[in-house]
């Protein structure tokens, strides 16, 4: 788990998944957010793998901006999230889109994720 800035947030739920095509974002947490629902992009292509054995069909689509790093040393990206409705414990998922982006190298190992920034290397750690 990472704890970027998202929109004007800081999120400490948030699940890095490599394996996953997509970023996602919990109704709840644009709700929690305060994020204006003009904002958000109409959808409707389902996806599967998210609910076990079922399908979800995303309520819409946001770009915001995704910040890690610290203020001496940040990067930030815009990202697309698709917004789906149902309850997670997480605030967020950043799968492989978001890895992309960033250019961000992930160390299972240590649980770390390296990505550049202006002034060296950003080193996110796990927050458990």
Same mark, same amino acid.
């Given at each position: ?9 800081? /999120?400490? %739920? #948030? +699940?890095?998944?490599? =394996?996953?095509? +997509? *970023?996602?974002? &919990? $109704?709840?947490?644009? *709700? ?15 996806? @599967?793998?998210?609910?076990?054995? %079922?399908?979800? #069909?995303? /309520?819409?689509?946001?770009? /915001?901006?995704? !910040?890690?790093?610290?203020? !001496? *040393?940040?990067?930030?990206?815009? +990202? ?6 149902? @309850?997670?414990?997480? @605030? $967020?998922?950043? =799968? @492989?889109?978001?890895?992309? %982006? ?7 190992? &240590? +649980?770390? /994720? ?15």
């Amino acid at each position: 788990m990472a704890d970027p800035i998202i929109g004007m947030k800081r /999120l400490t %739920k #948030v +699940l890095m998944d490599g =394996g996953s095509g +997509l *970023n996602i974002m &919990y $109704a709840e947490t644009l *709700n929690a957010m305060g994020i204006d629902r003009a904002c958000i992009q109409p959808i409707g292509a389902p996806f @599967h793998g998210i609910v076990l054995g %079922k399908q979800v #069909v995303p /309520l819409r689509q946001i770009d /915001l901006p995704v !910040t890690f790093g610290d203020p !001496t *040393n940040y990067r930030m990206e815009t +990202l697309t999230f698709e917004v789906v409705g149902i @309850h997670e414990t997480y @605030h $967020a998922i950043q =799968g @492989h889109p978001c890895y992309v %982006k960033f250019m961000a190298v992930p160390n299972y190992t &240590y +649980l770390k /994720l390296k990505m550049m920034g202006p002034r060296g290397v950003i080193t996110i750690g796990t927050s458990i």
